[in-house]
């Protein structure tokens, strides 16, 4: 038996149900067989092996790269990007150190959460004619950041044993790796900021580093929410896109210092300071050079919760995003660690890529698999060439590494009696919901002139931003014609019809789909598939009959289709039920005390598509199949979801377009908002944020649309859509009895 999400068996009910109305569905495949689905396979996880997508040309890589960026900023919930408030950066406290200067630096990456951390400011060293180059160095995982002091939590052992293997010179370097790269690349004449991951060193105002799934944080109240709670999964906010989001301001932030060059500018950090110099590189072309270590590998992805996040790599891994850089510089490490095959799997791809587009003396990959996961001094001198190489710094080479002053906490904190630490509803839950609060608050600001945009402009915009959204989130366009087949099963003759039964099958992602066709003998030339709740079986009667609306289609000589979408029908054994989406956690125990962050469910969503996503790519592969049939001349394909698969049919059409000539919808006044729970079998990360069913049905213009659902305010910003996209006759709402609607349907199609 496959492995299965959440599931109830009523085998004896069944068995009645089937012996009482005998078998309603013809089948595809014979009974108790599943379909040969990869989808009912192993999920993805963070562990699995992620290769490199190539593609075939530079212009290729454009396309590719677009989509590897716009999947890290919807992932991140900054699609679009948040207002950016005032900084109201506070600056104080300066240390001379001879020949750099260390000051104590918060400022707020949105109103009332602040961003603390240090800038290292060269002295005696001449800038280049724009200024000097800038540097942000996120930090990693290394406890305390940039309090980090090896000798305190190690012992002086410790620090030795970093000495006598060559991965340390100075004593100081070996008690704290990213002071180190700070001091150093101020000597070398750069301007540095090193800032504090949410929950380290200064950044106070959230306990915790990360948090897991509490019940406290889970009211769906307006304000009431925090992270990793379904409302916060409904609108895409993560620890992750909030890190991000810290990140890009602390950019905003160096670029305001008005000795730095703008076109100098290097992100570089190590481990989990090395996915967020990916990230933001990745979503920022400010971002001049990037030099990620120990993170660029095929294999382990990032295990903490503010490296993963919703959709970030479906179809793409870490090795594709470090690569949009191009043609930008690079510079990776790898160690005795996940990136041990960095050499073998991986470099290969990038060194290639770079080649490609006309860059490849702007890659560089150094391999210290001798050492353990480090940003040790080897690697850190191997980053020093590459930035005096980027941006000319002009220093003699090798430019090595001198002994400093080390800092400690007392010295470094950013608060202190004239600059008191947050306190009270600044920190903790309440600063939690706050934070929540406002990104919610300012997504709904952008997002709502676009679900009834009354000009052009804006008509435009919303293609692109809710368009943008809904590439990620469905992940699929209508598939071509070569990647879909067909196997034919049965054929019955049928009065009137001919009753197909088969397998539609997608052939480049290991799908099938079990599926039946009422072909009329009088065929028009016109195809509806009909996508009901329960699968292929709702276009038959007990006993095989077609429901009266199939038959009336029929008998108009419309052929009509019917399909199990996934956990539909021939997807599930008898009396088995499907409500949930398949759970993945982080390994270990979620139960034990701190560890509750593994059960986020950003480790399932992170890596495979939601359920209901699943759902839709089935209705694409069968547009695409009716579409491209070799014998059929299809004149006109309709789609048709009512009564529990009218939010599945909206999706679709938002993704496939005029692919789809008519869809009829029926919403039952479905909303993803009201869905209690972010493993249910409708979930889908972000609906929510892009306006919910209405973000898929604004992209149904200019389009013919028959809709029954009974928002006023639905239907009118539909009408606002369709009429500034020139097509108002295109859009027709249901406004007859319950009793009438199926047959209002019918007219709707064979109009």
Known sequence: ????????????LAAFLSSATGQAAPRALPEGVLPADSRLGELTTLNDYHPFRPVASAADWEIR??????????????WPMPEKTPLNAVIHGAIDMGDYTVEKVYFESLPGHLVTGNLYRPKGKK??????????CPHGHWANSRFYDLEASGGEKAVKELLAIGAERFWNGARNHIQARCVQLARMGCVVFHYDMIGYSDSLQFPEHREGPRDKMNDPGWGKWGLVSPRAGAWLQTHFGLQTWNSERSLDFLLEQPEVDKDRILVTGASGGATQTMMLTAIDSRVDAAFPAVMTSTAMQGGCTCENTFYLRIGQGNVDIAATTAPRPLGITSADDWTIELEEKGYPDLFNLFAMVGAKNHFEAHFNTQFKHNYNYVSREQMYQFVNQHFGLGLEEPVLESDFEYLGEEQLTVFDEAHPRPSGDQTGDAHERHVCEWWAADARKQIAPLLAPEDAETLVKARDVLGGAVSVMIGRTVPLAADVSFDLSEKEEKPGYTLLTGLVRNDKHGEEIPAAFAHP??????????????????????????????????????????????????????????????????????????????????????????????RVHDILTCISFVRNHEKWDVKRLSVVGLEGAGHWVAAARAVAGSDIDRAAIRTEDFRFANLSSDWDIDFLPGA????????????????????ADNDETLRSHLTAT??????????????????????????????
């Not at 800038?127 to 942000?136: H, S």
């Not at 007990?542 to 009336?552: D, E, R």
Request: glycine share 14%.
């Open 1 to 12: 038996m496959h492995p299965r999400l959440c599931h109830c068996f009523v085998g004896l």
């Open 65 to 78: 790269r677009e989509e590897i960026v716009r999947r890290v900023q919807v992932g991140a919930g900054l």
């Open 127 to 136: 800038p280049g004619p724009e200024g000097y180059p800038g540097v942000l």
């Open 521 to 614: 003998a009088n065929w028009s030339g016109q195809v509806v598939l009909w996508i009901f709740p329960e699968g292929k079986a709702g276009m038959f009667e007990g006993g095989g009959a077609l429901i009266p609306a199939v038959q009336k289609l029929v008998d108009q000589g419309v052929a009509v289709m019917g399909a199990d979408l996934l956990y539909q029908g021939e997807f599930l054994n008898p009396g088995e039920e499907v409500t949930e989406n398949r759970r993945v956690s982080y390994p270990g125990s979620a139960d034990k005390p701190g560890q509750s962050w593994r059960a986020s469910s950003v480790y399932r969503y992170g890596y495979n598509d939601a359920v209901f996503a699943q």
């Open 688 to 707: 929510v944020k892009y306006g919910d069913v209405a973000g898929f049905l604004v992209l149904s213009a200019p389009d013919s649309l028959w809709l």
């Open 722 to 751: 369709y009429q500034t996209a020139g097509s108002p006759d295109a859009l027709h709402f249901y406004g007859g009895t319950p009793g009438d609607l199926t047959q209002s349907v019918v007219d709707y199609l064979t109009k």
